[in-house]
C-alpha cells in the first residue's frame, strides 16, 4: 500500500516540520527533542494563564499538533503512530509551558497514556509544578466497561478547557469543568473500512453490506458488525444509541467527525440527517462535519454529544486561533430564495414572416433528410448518432416554427435557440444554442442578419474552443459564413462550406470534441459529420442535391 | 462499495441541505430550485459589487459550495457529481446575484461546463446582465494540447477575484485580474488511487510501486503512470514539473491540495518535502495543505503554483469567510525551544543508609528468585513474561544501589522510580514508577515511608484504573500496605498480601490489564502473577522461603 511518506520512522517528525512550516505565523514551536520528544507549543502562551496539554499517539490529525494555538491547546505532545509518548515527552511538554498558574493533562482513556501522561505528572509535580490531569473516556461502544475509552468527544474537552485558560481561569477551576465535560461527553463510530497502517496496510476486515459499530481510532475492530443501511439508518443508529447513554438536558452540542478518508458530501449527508432526524431538534449547537480526531484514512465517522449549559455553549463558540477547528454552529434551517422569474419559461409571442418561415422549413428539411447518411458517417469515427441528433433537433424546430416570434430576428434567433437547447443532446446541441443565443443579442442591437451569425459563431468559437482546422463543424460554418458577410451569395457559402467540409477529411487529428479522443489513422480519408452537415444544409439551400 | 449516503439521486441535494443547516449563522442560502437548480448563494452580497460565479459538477467539495461567502464566491452552481450544471441553473445562478456591477464566471476548461455557463451568459447578456467569463486551464499534464484541464489552480482565482469584487473594483477589472491569475497558474496531480464514484464503484487501475501522474479530477486516468518513491521523490517530481511551465518570477504562490483520502500526516510530509525542496525558497505563499478541489476519495494530491505579485499577494492573504479557505501562510523555518533542563538526565547524589540497602537488596533478591514460577504462572493466562520482567528490574535496582540517595526516603522512591521506568518495559512498569513517584514525592513531603507508599498506590490505581478485586497486583499489594499503614507487623502484611493473591485465582473476569482480554474459563484457579509476586515478596521479606 504506497503512501506519500518517506522512512516510516520520520513520519512524525517530518509530519509536524510540515505542519509548522505551513503554519507561518501561527505562533507555533516545537521542543529541540527529535526524535523522541515530539512536542508542539503555542509560543505566545502567558504563563500567568493555565497551560492546557493534551496528546497521544499520531494517526489522529489534526488533534493533536493542528489544535495548538490561542483559545485551545497550549501544547501537544505527539507519540508515533498510534503509540503513547513517552513520559520524558510529556514532562518536556509540562516543563515547557506551565508557569504559575500550573497545567491541566487531557489524556485519552488508554493505557498507554494514562500512564505515560500519569507518571509525567507526577515528576512535574516532584519538581514543583501543579499539575491535573482529566482522563476522557466518551466511547460508549462497550456498554458494561467501566474505563471506555477516549475518542473525538475529546475535542469539547480541548474546547471549553481552552477557552476557560485563555480567560485566566485559575487551575481548580479549568480542571474543575474539564471533568466534567469529559464525564458528561458520549460518543460513538461506525465505520466501513478500517484504516492503512503506514508501511503495513490495510486489514479488510468489513463485509460488504456490514458496518463496523463501536470501533476505536486505532484500528481495533468495531464492537458490533452491523447491517448497513446507508446514511439515514446509520444517523439514526448512532443518534438513538448516543441519547439514550447521554445525561437528559434541554439542548445539546453534536460534534460530527470524519474518521479519515469519508467524502464530504457523505459528511454533508450524513449532518443533514442527524440534524432532520428524530433528535435534530435538540441539537443546539453543531461542530463539524469536520476531520477532528481521525483514525488515517479511515471510511468512517463518530458523532459525539455534550449536554449544554449556557457556559459550555459560550466555550465552544468563542473563536480560537486553530484552523482546524471549524467552529460551533446553533444549527439552520436551510434559507431559500425563489428562482429568478427569468427561469420560468416565458410563453414566447408568435409573429409572421413567411419567407423566414419558408427558408427556416427547407432547412429543417435538407437536415431531416441527411439523417442516415450522416449517421454512417459518423459510424465510421464516433457512435453514429449525429444524423439522428440533428435531424431530431431539426423536426422539432419546424413544428415549434409557428409558434416562433418570426416577425424580429433577434428574438427568432433566440427562440431558435432554445429550443436547441431542449432537445438537441450533447455539446453540439449547446453549442448550437449558444451560437444562437448570441446572434439573437448581436440583431437585437441592430445587427444584420449574416453578421449576426456571425457574432455567434465567434461566441461558439470561444466557448468550444475549436478553431479552423480543428476537424469540427467550424471548418464549414466559419467560411460559409465568411462569403455571406462579405456579401456574396447562398452558391459562393456552399462552395465554401463544401471546401471545409471535404478538407477535414485530410486533417489527421482532431483538436477538439469527441474525435480528439479517436486515433488519426481511424479518421484519414473521413470528414467530419458535423462540417458534412454544414456543407449538405448550404448545398441545399443552393438547391443542390444531397445525393453528391 | 458502501457509503454514507441515501438514493444517489439525492446525494448532491442533501449534502448541500447538510451543508447549510451545519453552516447556521454564515449568511448561506440556497435557490429554490431542487432537484435540477442546486446553487448556493451569499445571502449578504451587495449588487454594487461584482458577483463572483464558479461551480460545476460535485465531488470536488468543499468546491464550489464550500467556499461561497464573503471574500470568496458570491454563488456556486453545483452539478451531479462530476457533470456539469445545467444551463438553466447557471442562469438562475447569474439572475439571482447579479445586480448592475455585473458577474464574473470563473468556469474549470471542461467541454460540459465551458458550453453551459458559456450559454448561460448569453442568455444573461441578452437579459441586459453584465456578464465576463473566465476560464481556467491551469492542468499542465497534456503538454501538447491547446484546452488544459482547470484544476486545484482554480483556487487562486476565486480567491484574487473574490477579493477585488469584495474590495468594489470594477467588472473589468475584475474580470482581467481573474484571466491574469487563470493564465499564469500551472497545476498537476499525482495520485496512487482513483476515486470511488457513489453507486458504482472505484477502479483499481495503479499498480503497486507506480503512481498516475496529470490525473484530472473526474477519476480520469493519468497522462503518465510512473515509478512512485515516496513522498520525496514525489514532491521532487511535481515541482519540477511546475517550476519548468510557470512564468518566471521572484516569488510564488504554492498551494498544496489533497485530492480526497490522503491522510494529514501525509500531507504535513509532503508540505515539508516540497518547502525545503530546491525550489522551496522560492515559495513566498503557501495554501494549504487542504482539502480544496478533491476528486471524491482520491488518495492524490496536487500542486499548484503562481507567480506573485504585490497585489495578489495581498489579495491570497485577505480573510475570507468560508472557513474552507485555508488561508496563505507565508512559509516559516521550525521555531525550536531548548528542552526543558528537568529533561536532562541528573546524576544522582549517592548517600549511605546501610539498613534500607539491605532490605531493597533482600526484596530484589526474592524477586530475581520467583523468576521461572512467576513466569510458569504467566504462561497459563499471558505471554510468559512477568517473571523475567520483574527480575531484571530487581537485577538493575540491585546493581545500581550504591549510587542512590539511600539516606532520604523522598529521594531513594523516586530514584527507585527512575530505573523501573527505564528498566521495566509494558504497563506493569509504568504503573510502578507512578507509585514510587509519588510515594517519594510524599516522603519529601514529610510523610513515612508507609504513607508514602500508600499515597504512591493511591495514584498509580488513579492512572492504572484498577482497583481491587480487579484481578491484579493490587489485590495483593493493596491489604498489604493497609496492614502495614495500620502499625502491623511484616508477617501481617505478607498474610494478607496472600490472602489477596490467592483470591484473585477466584475472580472470574479481569476488569483490567491485560487479562480483560482472556477468556473467563481460561482464568478458573489461577492467580494473578503481579498479585502472586507481590504476595511472594512480602513472604520473603517475612522470612519464609518461595516455594510454598
Known amino acids: 500500500m504506497a503512501q506519500f511518506i518517506n522512512a516510516k520512522e520520520n513520519l512524525v517528525t517530518e509530519y509536524i516540520d510540515g505542519f509548522l512550516r505551513a503554519s507561518g505565523g501561527s505562533r507555533l514551536a516545537r521542543l529541540d527533542g527529535y526524535p523522541n520528544i515530539k512536542v508542539v507549543i503555542r509560543s505566545d502562551h502567558q504563563p500567568s494563564r493555565v497551560a492546557v496539554i493534551s496528546g497521544g499517539g499520531s494517526g489522529h490529525e489534526p488533534a493533536h499538533a493542528g489544535l495548538v494555538g490561542k483559545g485551545m491547546l497550549t501544547a501537544a505532545v505527539c507519540g508515533e503512530v498510534f503509540a503513547s509518548p513517552s513520559v520524558d515527552a ?63 468527544g475529546t475535542l469539547f474537552v480541548h474546547k471549553i478547557t481552552g477557552y476557560l485558560a485563555e480567560r485566566g481561569a485559575s487551575l481548580a477551576s479549568v480542571a474543575g469543568t474539564a471533568r466534567k465535560v469529559a464525564k458528561a461527553t458520549v460518543s460513538i463510530g461506525m465505520s466501513l473500512t478500517s484504516c492503512t497502517l503506514p508501511g503495513i496496510g490495510r486489514e479488510d476486515r468489513v463485509p460488504l453490506g456490514k458496518a463496523e ?29 448516543l441519547f439514550e447513554r447521554v445525561g437528559r438536558a434541554a439542548r445539546y452540542a453534536l460534534l460530527l467527525n470524519n474518521l479519515g478518508a469519508t467524502t464530504a458530501l457523505e459528511m454533508g449527508v450524513l449532518a443533514n440527517e442527524l440534524l432532520t432526524g428524530p433528535f ?77 418561415k419558408e427558408m427556416t422549413e427547407r432547412a429543417c ?86 453578421l449576426s451569425l456571425q457574432a455567434g459563431l465567434r461566441r461558439m468559437m470561444e466557448y468550444g474552443g475549436a478553431r479552423p482546422g480543428d476537424r469540427t463543424m467550424i471548418d464549414a460554418l466559419e467560411p460559409a459564413i465568411a462569403e455571406l458577410v462579405a456579401g456574396n451569395s447562398i452558391a459562393a457559402a456552399a462552395r465554401a462550406a463544401r471546401a471545409g467540409a471535404d478538407a477535414t477529411a485530410r486533417m489527421q487529428q482532431a483538436r477538439a470534441g469527441r474525435s480528439a479522443y479517436v486515433a488519426a489513422a481511424n479518421l484519414a480519408g473521413i470528414p467530419d459529420p ?11 439551400l443552393n438547391g443542390q442535391g444531397p445525393d453528391r
Chains 1, 2 share one sequence.
Open 90 to 152: 510529556v514532562l518536556a511538554a509540562i516543563m515547557a509551558v506551565t508557569g504559575n498558574a500550573g497545567c491541566v493533562l487531557i489524556v485519552k482513556n488508554y493505557t498507554g497514556d494514562r500512564l505515560n501522561f500519569g507518571l509525567a505528572a507526577e515528576r512535574a509535580r516532584a519538581l514543583g509544578k501543579k499539575v491535573e490531569v482529566v482522563v476522557v473516556g466518551d466511547d460508549i461502544a462497550h456498554p458494561g466497561l467501566p474505563q471506555p475509552r477516549g475518542v473525538a
Open 365 to 450: 428539411d435538407i437536415l431531416i433528410a441527411s439523417e442516415s447518411a450522416l449517421n454512417r458517417l459518423d459510424a465510421k469515427t464516433g457512435d453514429g448518432d449525429t444524423g439522428s441528433t440533428i435531424a431530431g433537433a431539426a423536426r422539432n424546430l419546424k413544428a415549434q416554427l409557428n409558434r416562433m416570434p418570426l416577425a424580429d430576428p433577434g428574438s427568432f434567433f433566440g427562440a431558435v435557440s432554445g429550443t436547441l437547447n431542449q432537445t438537441m443532446g450533447g455539446s453540439s446541441g449547446v453549442l448550437l444554442a449558444i451560437l444562437f443565443a448570441a446572434a439573437g443579442r448581436a440583431a437585437g442591437e441592430g445587427k444584420n442578419w449574416t
Open 530 to 540: 458535423g462540417a458534412e452537415a454544414v456543407a449538405s444544409l448550404f448545398e441545399g
Open 213 to 241: 459499530l463501536g470501533l476505536g481510532i486505532h484500528g481495533e475492530p468495531g464492537v458490533h458488525l452491523v447491517d448497513f443501511a446507508g446514511a439515514h439508518g446509520a444517523a439514526q443508529m448512532l443518534s438513538k444509541m
Open 280 to 356: 435534530g431538534r435538540k441539537i443546539k449547537l453543531i461542530v463539524g462535519p469536520a476531520a477532528l480526531m481521525t483514525s488515517l484514512d479511515m471510511h468512517g465517522v463518530s458523532v459525539s454529544l455534550l449536554p449544554l449549559t449556557r457556559d459550555f455553549e459560550r466555550a465552544l463558540t468563542a473563536d480560537v486561533a486553530p484552523h482546524a477547528w471549524p467552529g460551533a454552529r446553533r444549527p439552520e434551517k436551510p434559507a431559500t430564495r425563489k428562482l429568478p422569474r427569468e427561469i420560468a419559461v416565458r410563453a414566447m409571442k408568435p409573429s409572421r414572416n413567411a419567407a423566414l
